[in-house]
């Protein structure tokens, strides 16, 4: 999970209609998240929906908040429901620089921690992000582990990508590394961190990471 950046211009149809899902707010939304559900960084396809960051459940008000809607996949928005109404704000935080997200490759799962003094909002996003990626319960569903299966294969790609730039560093393995690092590609959070975690590729490599800026 990244930093999303999202247009100050309201879509026309949250003042004008009663609706918060018309398509210039779904047009919006594509384009700020870069076609990517904002809570696990896979690309949306047709399985999505308007996500309302503060739930609609409990915060009525904000059903038709600009600020307050996002878009995610129907799995993430699924999970979430109303049970996480406190967490890290995407849009005003560098949710990478806060949430260190690797992979456990010895349990199988992925895992977050808090960078910095871990406060109410930060530790119920890690009990989500934990959800999503490793599933509710102890085994996880089928649902479940096609999520994971499709990171982690993900995830090796990228290892690969940077594996052959350590053993090799010219330019076509420099730039499939800076390829994978674009703004619309999945899983930066995770990206971010393999990259952060090696002197040899933080060097080479922060400058690519711009999502952030
Ligand atoms: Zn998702």
Known sequence: MIKVSKSEDVPESLSTTKAYDGEDVKRQLFKDQNSKCYLCERHLTTDFEIEHFKSKDNYSQLIQDWNNLLLSCRYCNGKKLNH???LLNPLTMNIEEEIKQEVDF???KAKFTSIHDETEAGKQLIELLQRLFNGSKNIR?????NFFNYFISNINRFQETVNNYLLKPTPPTENEVRTALGVDKEFLGFKYWIIKSNST???R?????????
């Open 201 to 203: 590729l933080n060097s």
């Open 84 to 86: 996480f109404d406190n």
């Open 106 to 108: 010895t349990n199988t």
């Open 205 to 213: 490599f922060s400058k690519d990471i711009v999502w952030n800026k």
């Open 141 to 145: 569903t089928l649902k479940e582990e």
